[in-house]
């Protein structure tokens, strides 16, 4: 056994460990009326990784304690990047089918920008199905479907299949009119506005791409910018809405059982904006 760095885990688990508490302290007053001992397990578990211990976290993103800046995601590039798996563009089907999957009706998963419930089963390319939309438009770098960024399934969604054509490929920023079929979702010629319970979640999927895509392999860097019209350009904005839209719906237990279950049983790398939502501002300045 190596014994100097069992000395060096035990330092940092305990210093976690702290942090833990600290979060639970926070959360239960955060919870209405006098909580119960179950509710309050609830309060604290929510606050943690479902999945994933404050011991796990430690060990997966050890590379980037006390970074910040360029630092950080060079870093946590290289973590996202190490030994994941790579789905080809059919098995995608199956993945969606797991990380989005209703929580409450089983056979189902959860559209994106609809937030509708819709038949597993229901998936291609007719109207009325539901396909797999690239929140991360594929054509912003045209990296297309062969295994990599176009097949990965940290910003592959369900959508309605004509919600998705209404998004095509255009960047992210507020305004426009509502999209029929997806309330709370707006439009206009050169962006899209997802509605408020998924904001954050698109926000946190682009910038893992910026953070995972960085152009060491055959795929182009892919970077978040403050633009709208990237066209095929390997960007996609509006960085300082994203920004925005991170803090306004930070992530859920949704979003947190989804990066679990990928991390678990399909790609073995993590969203690390939906771990540590803090890290948004400490590499977008
Ligand atoms: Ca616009
Ligand atoms: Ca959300
Ligand atoms: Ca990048």
């Given amino acids: 056994m190596d014994f100097t760095r069992f000395a060096t885990r035990r330092r940092t688990l305990t210093a976690l460990a702290g942090t833990a508490v600290i979060a639970v302290a926070v959360q239960i007053p955060a919870t209405a009326g006098t909580p119960t001992v179950s509710e309050t ?36 590039h290289t973590i996202i ?15 969606l089918k797991q990380t989005d999957a209703d929580p409450s009706n089983a056979g189902n998963v959860i559209l994106l920008y609809s937030g509708t419930s819709d038949s597993a089963d229901n998936n291609g390319g007719g109207e009325g199905q539901w396909n797999r939309e690239h929140v991360w438009a594929k054509s912003h770098g045209d990296f297309g479907t062969s295994n990599g960024p ?6 592959l969604r369900p959508t309605n ?9 255009k960047d992210f920023d507020k305004g426009g009119e509502e999209v029929e ?15 408020d319970e998924v904001k954050g979640d698109v926000a946190r ?8 895509y960085e152009g060491d392999d055959e795929f182009p860097d892919l970077e978040a910018n403050d633009d709208v019209n990237n066209g095929s350009k390997p960007n996609i904005g509006r960085i300082s809405v994203l ?18 279950v990928i991390f678990d049983k399909v790609q073995k790398n993590r969203n690390p904006f939906i771990d540590h939502p803090e890290w948004v501002g400490e590499i977008y300045k």
């Avoid at 990784?49 to 404050?54: D, E, L, T, Y």
């Avoid at 190490?82 to 199956?94: F, H, K, P, R």
């Fill in 81 to 95: 990047s190490t030994g994941v798996t790579t789905l080809s563009y059919d098995e995608v089907w199956d993945a």
């Fill in 205 to 212: 999927m682009i910038l893992y791409m910026d953070v995972r």
């Fill in 181 to 195: 079929g997806a309330p709370g979702n707006f439009t206009d010629d050169d962006s899209y506005e997802p509605r």
């Fill in 243 to 260: 920004k925005e839209w991170s803090e306004q719906d930070p992530p859920d237990d949704f979003e947190k059982n989804r990066n679990q």
């Fill in 150 to 155: 176009g097949t990965d399934v940290h910003h």
């Fill in 41 to 76: 397990r609830a309060g604290g578990s929510s606050a943690a990784q479902p999945g994933f211990s404050a011991a796990a976290d430690d060990e997966y993103y050890k590379d980037a304690e006390g970074k910040t800046g360029e630092e950080l995601k060079t870093a946590l």
């Fill in 161 to 169: 299949v004509k919600v998705n054509s209404i998004r095509g490929s």
